[in-house]
Structures are given as C-alpha cells and as structure tokens.
C-alpha cells in the first residue's frame, strides 16, 4: 500500500471512500472514509428513551476512518495472538466478529494495530487507531440521514440490514453478510454490540463540536448497534446502551476502530 495511506490528515476523500490493508498471513482490514460535517446524536423522536434524549447538534472538525465491519475473529486473532474465551452462539466461525471482550481488551487491540500500521508505513506518527466516540459512531452510521435506521423509518426493511432478534437464531454471523449503509458499513445494527471510547454520559442541547471523553479511568462505557439477541427498538442509530468496562466472556460485545488524528489532551 501506498505510505501513510490512512493519514487522516490527508486530502479530503469523498464519504464513503474504501481502503483496504492487507497485513501479513493475508488478514486484511477494509476502511472507510468518514469525512469532517454536521450532525446530531441521540432522537427528537417523542418515543425515544430518556438516554437518547435531546437530540444534540454536533459538528466534526475532522475526517475520520472507520472499519468498514466489526472486527472478526481471524482480525483478532492476528493483531492479539489469542482469542477469547466465548460461549458457542459468539464463537462459531473465524469470519464472525469478535465478541466476550472488555472495553480495555478492546482499546489493547487498537493500539496494537496502531503499531502495526505504522511499522507499515500505512498511518502516520500523529495518527492512531482507537474505539470511535460515540459522536463518531452516530455520525457514520447515520451517514447523512435523519431517520430511525439509516434506510428509513420502515421497520420492516431491518432484516435487509441488520442480524437480530427475529431472524439472528440466537447466534452470531458471518461479518458483512447483510446490506451495507449509504457509506458502505456493515453490521452497524445487530450482530455484535460495540465499544466506544466515552465513558457513557447523558447528551445536552447546545451544539457540541468534536465531543471527545478522553476520560480512560470512567467504569461505565457506551455501547452501540445492539446485538444479535436486540430487538429492533435496540438496533435504530440513536440507539445506545452502556456497560461495565469490565464485562466480557457472555456479553455480545465486539469493536469496530477508527483511524484519526490524535486528540489533544
């Protein structure tokens, strides 16, 4: 590939831009362009849950690159060495995601990957890979749209998109085997849940710009997209729920990275 293709700071890409890094034993992880814009997370929706609500205003100063599926097994396997523990409905094929592991497991495997990708020559020293914030996490899934789930408000259209409750079996899935959001990402609603960065915090009103939690020592962490066992009202894109950093083994939970610019702090 060619050096620090994954740069953030380079030129702009247009959203939905795909790059694909192939590390060695030919485990590859594809990426997808993010680029810097408005948003908003949480519902104005009057059903919405007291977590989702208000509907806060966001802009993103920065673009940013997200793995295009939730990390799988083979992918954790290469970067950590050793998979996890796992009851069989999380551990059933190499190509499914990753699942059963802790937020700080989670943020480990990042910064291996970061390392890998630098040695590379695939990112640069002021670029890393991370858990994406939650404002990140929202911004693509949603990928410019307003709606309940990214293709719209008809519940019925979810099976297209997302492994879950009505039609999952109880059991995880092969990663990417459903349709794709408008920026080519899959998986984002069901499947695995995945870990985020911030620690979990309610939203407020006013426009928040490159809403950040760096705080590391917080015990309760947001968790997004909902998983395989999730009904439907779990798997909408203002959809979030929050667990214990420490929770793994029997929990549903996957990644998916970022690449960006560092944070200050």
């Known amino acids: 590939m060619a050096q620090q293709d994954l740069n953030p700071l380079l030129e702009v890409h247009p959203a939905g831009t795909i790059r694909t890094v192939t590390l060695v034993h030919r485990c590859a992880f594809q990426f997808v362009w993010c680029p810097p814009g408005n948003g908003v997370v949480g519902s104005s929706f009057a059903d919405a849950p007291t977590i989702e609500q208000p509907c806060q205003p966001i802009r993103l100063t920065q673009g940013f690159w997200i793995a295009r599926t939730p990390v799988t097994r083979t992918q954790w396997q290469e970067i950590a060495g050793q998979l996890p523990q796992a009851p069989e409905s999380l551990a059933n094929s190499d190509e499914h995601p990753v699942s059963g592991i802790t937020w700080d497991e989670a943020r480990n495997f990042c910064s291996h990957l970061s390392d ?50 009505v039609n999952s079996n109880g059991q995880t899935h092969r990663a990417g085997g459903r349709k794709p959001n408008p920026w080519g990402l899959f998986d984002l609603y069901g499947n695995v849940a995945e870990w985020c960065r911030d620690t979990f915090r309610r939203y407020g009103s006013m426009e928040v710009v490159d809403p950040h939690d760096l705080n590391d020592h917080g015990l309760v962490k947001a968790v997004r997209g909902g998983d395989f066992a999730a009904g439907a009202d779990e798997c909408r894109s203002a959809a979030r729920a929050f667990s214990d950093r420490a929770n793994d083994y029997n929990e549903p939970t996957g990644l998916r990275p970022v690449v960006r610019q560092a944070v200050p702090r």
């Not at 858990?131 to 008809?154: K, M």
């Open 116 to 165: 890998r990708l630098r040695v590379d020559g695939v990112i640069s020293s002021d670029a890393h890979v991370d858990l994406p914030y939650e404002a990140e996490w929202e911004y693509a899934c949603r990928a410019g749209t307003t709606q309940r789930w990214f293709f719209g408000d008809d519940q019925a259209m979810l099976e297209e998109y997302a492994w879950y409750r």
